[in-house]
């Protein structure tokens, strides 16, 4: 065998005794002196011994006094340790557990932060890239724990942000409709594309995929030479949204790809600052999240992308409502 390869299974075997190292935990340490460990961890930012701390925690004494902040503990570890299946299987666990546990809405909150970020690597964090392409799938179970949280609690401490990343995956949501018509488009599938634009504009109002859609129904409609459709979806185009740019001078241009909004290196680093945000603490810890977490979750707040709004509840819908989809009154 030659130098180099002995070189390259000493170091796979270098590899794989360190990543089977795991930290050996006392047996003599009580309790509290487990939760103290796993506090001062947790103030290291080493949230992998803290795992491994706050496991030996539950499973050793699980009636105790710490077992419930252990637990609530450890879905913090998880998130925070980029293990965002692992930190929702553990707020699954505990909201079975203790369904009416005082601070159960923290594990509806973190189960949706880690499906906001589930499907986000380094380069989606870091980048600029176009999560709009991406698939929908995480983006719609955050949607849904939150709505959960929303619903359960609505006058929780983490309902006004769940309220705005919502607002922000609606739109995430219907920017991918609208590409999935675009693609349509693309493959003379008309019929589809008039339908995925009629989609948007129904059940995305108050985004702004909205005018996108309105743009797929006029192009999928003419090509169908079903032109009063087509006629009135660029009356609606034309009144809401006369700047679109499938609209020159008036005219309507057919286009293939979906307008974005212009967004510079500054306002995608939000959105990513947005994606990384880290869960506030528990309401009654008296840890270090109380100390460090909240000061970072107010300056993720202030950080929130520009499209992010809070949008107020629609009274009942008038006659121009329903025959405009909504978009006037």
Known sequence: MSLKHLLLVGLLAFVAACSSNKPVIDESLSESEL?????????????????ETLRALESRYPFGRYADQAQLELI???????????????????????PQHPNVDY????????????????????????????DPGAARD??????????????????????????????????YDAHVGHYYLKRGAYLAAANRGRYIVENYQQTPAVGNGLALMVAGYDRLAMHDLADSALETLKLNYPDHPALVKGEFKHHVEPSQPEMNWMESMS?????AV?????????????????????????ALPREVRVHGEEGRRSFWNRITFGLID
């Open 278 to 302: 880290t869960a506030p603490p528990p309401r009654t810890a008296q840890t270090q999240m109380e100390r460090q977490m909240d000061r970072e979750y107010q300056d993720a707040v202030a």
């Open 76 to 98: 913090y570890a998880y998130y925070q340790n980029l293990e965002p299946e692992a930190a929702t299987a553990s707020a699954d666990r505990f909201i079975r557990l203790h």
């Open 142 to 175: 955050s949607f849904n724990d939150f709505a959960q949280l929303i619903n359960r609690y609505p006058n929780s401490q983490y309902a006004p942000d769940a309220r705005l990343r919502m607002v922000y995956l609606r739109n995430l949501l219907a920017d």
């Open 35 to 51: 939760y103290r460990k796993a506090q001062t961890d947790l103030d290291a930012n080493n949230y992998g011994p803290a795992i």
């Open 107 to 134: 594990a509806y909150y973190v189960r949706g932060l880690a499906s906001f970020t589930r499907d986000q690597g380094i380069f989606e964090r870091f980048l600029p890239l176009d999560m709009t392409r991406r």
């Open 271 to 275: 959105v990513s600052a947005l994606d």
